[in-house]
């Protein structure tokens, strides 16, 4: 089975900059796509940012801009590098994997951005 872990979050103040990380262990071949999501207390997940495995990048319309997504296919990791952070941007971040019609959840990884 995949397992995702994923590191980087933390507590950053207004306009700084963190890079969040999600490697993905076990025998994989050819990831279909990886991406991030995000929650806030008392809202829905929603999609960060999908990269695909012909390199294919979307975000959502409140981090363009601000955040990249890049991927490291020898490694199996999928980076978020997130600049200008905003009080809004807090949340659990959750690195998502979708590889042979599953998909897979890492634990989340917490962001606070403090004004």
């Known amino acids: 089975q995949v397992q995702l872990v994923e590191s980087g979050g933390g507590l950053v103040q207004v306009g700084g900059s963190l890079r969040l990380s999600c490697a993905a262990s076990g025998t994989i071949f050819s990831i279909n796509a990886m991406g991030w999501y995000r929650q806030a207390p008392g809202k829905q997940r929603e999609l960060v940012a999908i990269i695909s495995s012909d390199g294919n990048m979307n975000y959502a319309d409140s981090v363009k801009g601000r955040f990249t997504i890049s991927r490291d296919a020898a490694k199996n990791t999928v980076y978020l590098e997130m600049n200008s952070l905003k009080p809004e941007d807090t949340a659990i971040y959750y690195c998502?994997?979708?590889?042979?019609?599953?998909?897979?959840w890492g634990q989340g990884t917490q962001v606070t951005v403090s004004s």
């Open positions: 998502n994997v979708k590889y042979l019609g599953r998909v897979y």
